[in-house]
């Protein structure tokens, strides 16, 4: 459903804890792409459109979400956006409590191998606690783009 804050998972009806929190990122390209507009609950997966966060080009992009508590993570979806779908190729979701994902408390979730343009995915976490989510775009000369990043409390998803 477009617009939904909840998401029913197996017959569980769970929170979207990313919503309307706080995140930054490591650069910001333009006045358009800021960090918020991935938990704004907008789902539309154009940039053009005002929906979807963007970096200027450089190593290492990253965003970041605080979910003020610390939560048990089930999954965390990524909505696409709807051009250069492969800038998304191989950035990495970290959970922890730390703001930096070198910490010794922060957990790789996954690694985005590809999402195809436009779309949403769910990467299951396996109960990983902590209160930061971030995506992290290893390399250099890398745009970081992102359409809509829900992060759902539980446990094996």
Known sequence: MRGSHILSFT???????????TAVQSSTNGTVGTAGRAVDG??????QRGSCTLTSEQSDPWWRVDLVNVYTIGAVMIINRDKLENRLDGAEIWIGNSTSISGPE??????ISHIP???AFYFPCNSV??????VFLPGSAKVLSLCEVEVYYGKHL
């Open 117 to 119: 343009k436009g779309q």
């Open 106 to 111: 922060s957990i790789r979730c996954a690694v």
């Open 42 to 47: 907008n789902r539309d997966a154009s940039y």
């Open 11 to 21: 017959g569980q009806l769970l929170y979207n804890l990313a919503l309307k929190k």
């Open 129 to 134: 606690k902590g209160r930061y989510v971030t």
